[in-house]
């Protein structure tokens, strides 16, 4: 059984699936893109399905491009923003 390797993926998929309209991994990729992190659209799905690692600065800057925190994608709290 493979272990997971991050632990926000479901949280980042809610937050982009949550936004109105919903946001898609290639639109979540283009607002990094921006900030001056490349992580593509596949690299995000695979965040998503917990089968790829997320570093710290890539945690920071998913939360700013949803629009919620970091202990939110984390798990930690029930709070968004």
């Given at each position: 059984m493979d272990a997971k390797k991050n632990r926000i993926g479901g949280w980042l998929r809610e937050a982009r699936l949550s936004e109105r309209p919903?946001?898609?991994?290639?639109?979540?990729?283009?607002?990094?893109?921006?900030?001056?992190?490349?992580?593509?659209?596949?690299?995000?799905?695979?965040?998503?399905?917990?089968?790829?690692?997320?570093?710290?600065?890539q945690l920071c800057a998913l939360a700013k491009a949803l629009k919620v925190t970091t202990a939110w994608l984390l798990g930690e709290t029930a709070e968004k923003n």
């Open positions: 919903k946001a898609t991994q290639e639109e979540v990729s283009a607002r990094l893109a921006t900030m001056g992190v490349s992580l593509s659209a596949s690299s995000i799905g695979k965040i998503e399905n917990g089968t790829r690692p997320v570093t710290d600065i």
